[in-house]
């Protein structure tokens, strides 16, 4: 993004003293390194965007909340659509990385309880931004902020699979867990905006299905799509086995799919 001209006063990021601005022990408006000056109004417009519908956010209230001039928001991130983006993005890597690490010591009920707990936390911190995101809400439906939910969602398979311990996912996996997050996304809605369910209920339909959709459907599609005498591929072998019964896979318990 090409550099804009400082506001007067502010090429050194610092704030134009006005009340509600950071002090120091003297009682003096605080400098701020360029870094942490944009950090702060980005915590700030994090916050805002977090509490508030996209429409109802300016960059006048964000630069009145952080205590800097208006014209700094626009020097450091441009317009409040472009502002938002970043909101988003540091959403998205944030919750990317929510997802535990892969554990021999837990069983795939645990392990998926444990993600779905994870995201749920996720997603009441951030239900405003989220779903402004996936909505597009506020300026139609913006090819780069599509393109950072998509991006996100496929991180969130990758990083299941991992989690599972899947070694070799297949296409249908991945597609199969592609629908999942639609279907939390829809789950989620109805909890935190639809007041329709609660927490543990979202918690009951997403654990399950996960877990359903892992052990049984996933295994399913790929048998019913592979045509008379294909073989199944080694994804393939592991989930079959783990919904039928035929062993126990390491990380797929052959009961996994009928444990509450």
């Known amino acids: 993004m090409e550099r804009r001209a400082a506001p007067r006063g502010e090429a050194a990021g610092a704030a134009t003293p006005r009340p509600g601005s950071p ?33 109802e956010v300016s960059t006048a209230a964000i630069a009145r909340e952080a205590g800097v001039q208006r014209g700094l928001i626009h020097y450091y991130f441009g317009t409040k659509r472009e502002l938002f983006l970043k909101v988003v993005q540091g959403l998205t890597a944030t919750a990317a990385v929510q997802a535990p690490p892969p554990d021999e010591r837990m069983t795939l009920p645990e392990t998926v309880e444990l993600c779905v707990n994870l995201f749920l936390d996720t997603a009441e911190r951030n239900a405003t931004t989220w779903f402004a995101a996936l909505d597009a809400e506020g300026f139609g439906q913006d090819p780069e902020l599509l393109d950072i939910v998509n991006r996100f969602r496929d991180r969130t ?3 299941m699979l991992a989690v599972l311990r899947v070694p070799a996912p297949t296409g249908t996996l991945r597609a199969v867990l592609r629908v999942y997050s639609g279907l939390a996304d829809a789950a989620t809605r109805q909890w935190l ?22 052990t049984d459907i996933a295994p399913a599609l790929e048998a019913r799509g592979g045509g008379p005498g294909r073989p199944l591929e080694a994804g393939d072998r592991l989930l079959h086995a783990a919904a039928h019964g035929n062993g126990e896979p390491d990380g797929l318990p052959a009961n996994a799919g009928t444990e509450p």
């Open 23 to 55: 002090r120091n022990a003297k009682g003096r408006y605080q400098r701020l390194p360029r870094d942490e000056r944009r950090d702060q109004i980005l915590d700030v417009a994090r916050r805002m965007f977090t509490e508030l519908p996209y429409a």
């Open 157 to 159: 398979v990758e990083h």
């Open 193 to 214: 905006q639809e007041r329709t369910l609660d927490r543990a209920q979202v918690q009951t339909l997403l654990t399950r299905s996960l877990l359903s959709m892992v």
